[in-house]
């Protein structure tokens, strides 16, 4: 979609779902797939419209989230139960770093960000925590709140921010391991994705049809939560466009939307 509301679709396999979604650091979008059979990193040429599908190595992956890294590649989740794992791939698509499996057995990576240490950070929904990639290395932090479900995960330069899906919490955790959670207004409110807004503050969704709000956090934990007008909307995935606007998708109305602080 450009600033302009124009949308443009690109088929990739039949069935292969694909769920996040990058721009990488050659220009090209890059994005994971995992259902349906398909196990792959697309990667979409803006230019020409033109899909690759880039075969994962390990059988059924299921890759999730997707980040580009300081090195230059694009680092995935390998969320299936018996993988577990962070991979990368080069631009080029070679599979050649090893996949780095994950100490919390099953802990379902979901979403994946540059930190402002310059390693990859990322949410595990099942195990509860967050995990970072230090020199080929995970180390883990315990999220305080049990079955919190972290789900999305965003730097804004300083701090990584994340969502807990099943507790109604908004995260902060530092580059050394310190979490601050922050309560919404509804414990049931299920916030998913999460962005640095223009602002400098983290705005994020909340995802359940009985709260239907786009909410905004500041460095500090300040916390103002915004009404969608279109009832049950389902807001889901969000971030900041090239018009500084922030863009969302609504999952139960099959629309992308724009919101202006």
């Not at 899909?51 to 997707?66: H, L, R, Y």
């Not at 995935?76 to 018996?82: D, L, N, P």
């Given at each position: 979609i450009n600033v302009n509301g124009v949308v443009t679709e690109y088929p990739t396999a039949a069935g292969s779902e694909p769920q996040q979604i990058v721009a990488g650091p050659d220009s090209n979008l890059y994005f994971t797939a995992g259902s349906g059979g398909a196990n792959f990193i697309g990667q979409?040429?803006?230019?020409?419209?033109?899909?690759?599908?880039?075969?994962?190595?390990?059988?059924?992956?299921?890759?999730?989230?997707?980040?580009?890294?300081?090195?230059?590649?694009?680092?995935?989740?390998?969320?299936?139960?018996?993988?577990?794992?962070?991979?990368?791939?080069?631009?080029?698509?070679?599979?050649?770093?090893?996949?780095?499996?994950?100490?919390?057995?099953?802990?379902?990576?979901?979403?994946?960000?540059?930190?402002?240490?310059?390693?990859?950070?990322?949410?595990?929904?099942?195990?509860?925590?967050?995990?970072?990639?230090?020199?080929?290395?995970?180390?883990?932090?315990?999220?305080?709140?049990?079955?919190?479900?972290?789900?999305?995960?965003?730097?804004?330069?300083?701090?990584?921010?994340?969502?807990?899906k099943n507790t109604g919490k908004i995260g902060r955790i530092t580059t050394t391991g310190t979490i601050t959670e922050f309560t919404l207004s509804s414990s049931n409110a299920q916030p998913l994705g999460i962005t640095k807004g223009p602002d400098g503050a983290m705005w994020f969704t909340e995802s359940n049809t009985s709260a239907n709000k786009i909410g905004r956090i500041t460095s500090g934990g300040s916390i103002t939560e915004y009404a969608i007008p279109t009832a049950g909307a389902g807001p889901y995935g969000i971030t900041k466009g090239s018009d500084n606007a922030l863009w969302r998708s609504e999952e139960h109305t099959s629309e992308l939307q724009s919101h202006h602080d």
């Open positions: 979409i040429v803006p230019s020409t419209g033109v899909v690759t599908e880039i075969g994962i190595p390990t059988a059924a992956a299921s890759p999730t989230g997707i980040a580009v890294g300081s090195d230059g590649n694009i680092w995935f989740a390998e969320a299936a139960a018996g993988v577990n794992a962070i991979a990368a791939v080069t631009t080029a698509g070679d599979f050649s770093l090893t996949p780095i499996v994950i100490p919390t057995s099953n802990s379902l990576p979901t979403s994946l960000a540059l930190g402002p240490d310059g390693n990859i950070w990322f949410t595990e929904q099942v195990g509860n925590k967050i995990g970072v990639v230090r020199s080929g290395a995970i180390t883990e932090y315990t999220v305080p709140t049990s079955g919190a479900g972290p789900f999305g995960i965003a730097s804004d330069g300083t701090y990584l921010w994340f969502t807990e």
